[in-house]
């Protein structure tokens, strides 16, 4: 239910309509109604108890809560910049390698499901003088995916993942005439290859597809975050460049990267777990 | 950027009236970016602010809050249980009756207007809801009409600063575009 069109069409009618004065209310009323949706509720929390080991569940109720408002302060932030286009304000860490990434002929921008990452490629295509493929699962819901297309994506290229095979060589003649592939490297969706990893301590996977990418182009991996700071206020965290470099062990060299980006993505979860927007349980293992 | 208003490596443009709403916070903006003018800023990363009368955090979420426990108050007041109870409910009522501008007002207004962008027309309606409460609220004797008169008077001291920031509206754009440059 919650994937369902209507929520897309109230959030755009609520940004076209509510006054910014009352929007603090809004977004608190709407993320305590949204704590109702249990599986997203759960999902948060199984995934707090492993970030935050030994935290009381009564605590994570609250932790919860910050995560939804945080996601719903990002998805209007997102919607605003579409139809008012109306940018936050903006820090970055790490700038000299964004502006390398922007520098090289081709770069593969690895992110996550954390703070405004589908606001921070929008802005990113309006100021990079190189193309940009964003490469995400695509919408469950017929009527939602209509909506998102009728509604705009700027000038960003969006390709869904569910053609695996074609969009790879596509992915690479783009890497190869100096295009950038922004792809969210935290989640499996689908049946899509994967690599094993670890996050936290415990097993998990993550999408294959970057790393090949990155090996089959000669082209380095920049892992890049964009998290919420405050009210339409961002922080741009951009990251050493993960090199795959080919040896003999086509496994060990993807191990080596996975290993790299792992670590890089738990240092910013650990950080910015209220901004890490994956609403189904992580570590399936992890259940009570 | 296209269509794009913004400071790029200017961290005194965090004080720009321009990213003020309110005319009483544009006023204090303007105070506040005189002095960091002349203060020697630290130096800064990489920073992009965007020039937006809706930017600033302190004002939108204080004006939230003060709506919000103004309009508290009144349903409070209104309800005939103890005070913590109708101060509870007072919260409730508030939450759910300040979506009704919005969701009433946008839905009559876009059928009339069509699709588009209502912000400034429905902020005016519920400013004009609040302040036509606040008149009725402010004549009663329920301990409420305190809630009222601090609204009304701080509606009259932003009224003041309007007519101050026009005044200055020259001065103003030239300490902006001093600091902008």
Redesign the interface.
């Known amino acids: 239910m919650v994937r369902g069109v209507v929520w897309r069409q109230l959030l755009r ?2 940004v ?11 977004i608190a ?1 709407w993320s305590a109604l949204f704590l109702l949706w249990g599986p997203g509720r759960r999902g948060v929390m199984r995934n707090l108890a492993v970030i935050k080991p030994g935290s009381y569940p009564i605590v994570n109720i609250f932790r919860c809560y910050r995560v939804f408002w945080n996601y719903a302060w990002t998805i209007a932030d997102n919607v605003r910049f579409k ?11 790490g ?1 000299d390698h964004f502006q390398n990434m922007q520098a090289r002929e081709g770069a593969i921008l690895l992110t996550a499901h954390m703070g405004s990452y589908d606001l921070g490629a929008h ?1 990113f295509s ?2 990079s003088s190189r193309p940009i493929v964003m490469v995400r699962a695509p919408e469950e819901d017929p009527q939602t995916r209509t909506f998102e297309e009728r509604h705009g994506t700027g000038k960003i290229r969006i390709e869904f993942n569910t053609r695996a095979s074609e969009l790879a060589l596509d992915l690479l003649e783009t890497v190869r005439s100096g295009g950038i592939i922004a792809i969210q490297g935290d989640r499996v969706t689908g049946t899509i290859g994967s690599l094993p990893g670890t996050l936290f301590g415990k097993p998990v996977t993550v999408p294959a597809g970057p790393f090949a990418l990155a090996l089959a182009a000669r082209v380095p991996i920049y892992p890049v975050f964009v998290v919420r700071l ?4 961002y922080r741009l965290i951009a990251a050493k460049p993960i090199e795959i470099t080919r040896t003999r062990n086509r496994d060990d060299d993807f191990a080596l990267g996975v290993a790299q980006w792992m670590a890089e993505l738990e240092i910013v979860v650990r950080d910015f777990w209220d901004q890490w927007f994956t609403f189904e349980p992580y570590w399936t293992e992890s259940a009570p | 950027m296209t269509n794009i208003n913004a400071a790029v490596d200017r961290p005194r443009a965090r004080w720009l009236p321009s990213r003020h709403h309110f005319a009483l916070a544009r006023l204090i903006a303007c105070a506040r970016l005189r002095s960091a003018m002349r203060a020697s800023g630290p130096a800064t990363d990489h920073i992009v602010l965007a020039i937006d009368p809706d930017q600033t955090a302190a004002e939108m979420n204080g004006v939230a809050l003060w709506v919000f426990l103004t309009a508290a108050c009144y349903f409070a007041a209104l309800l005939p249980w103890t005070l913590p109870l109708s101060l509870v409910g007072g919260m409730l009522l508030a939450a759910i009756a300040l979506h009704l501008p919005f969701l009433i007002g946008g839905a009559l207004i876009r059928a009339l207007t069509g699709d588009g962008d209502h912000i400034r027309i429905i902020s005016l309606l519920t400013m004009s809801l609040m302040t036509i409460a606040s008149s009725w609220i402010a004549t009663t004797t329920t301990w409420a009409r305190f809630a009222a008169w601090l609204f009304l008077a701080v509606l009259f001291v932003n009224g003041l600063a309007a007519i101050i920031t026009w005044v200055l509206r020259r001065w103003i754009a030239a300490l902006e575009e001093q600091c902008v440059r």
């Open positions: 009618f609520g076209l309509n509510v006054p910014p004065w009352t929007e603090p209310l809004m009323f139809e008012l286009r109306t940018i936050p304000d903006w820090e970055f860490t700038w802005l309006e100021t405050g009210r339409r206020r």
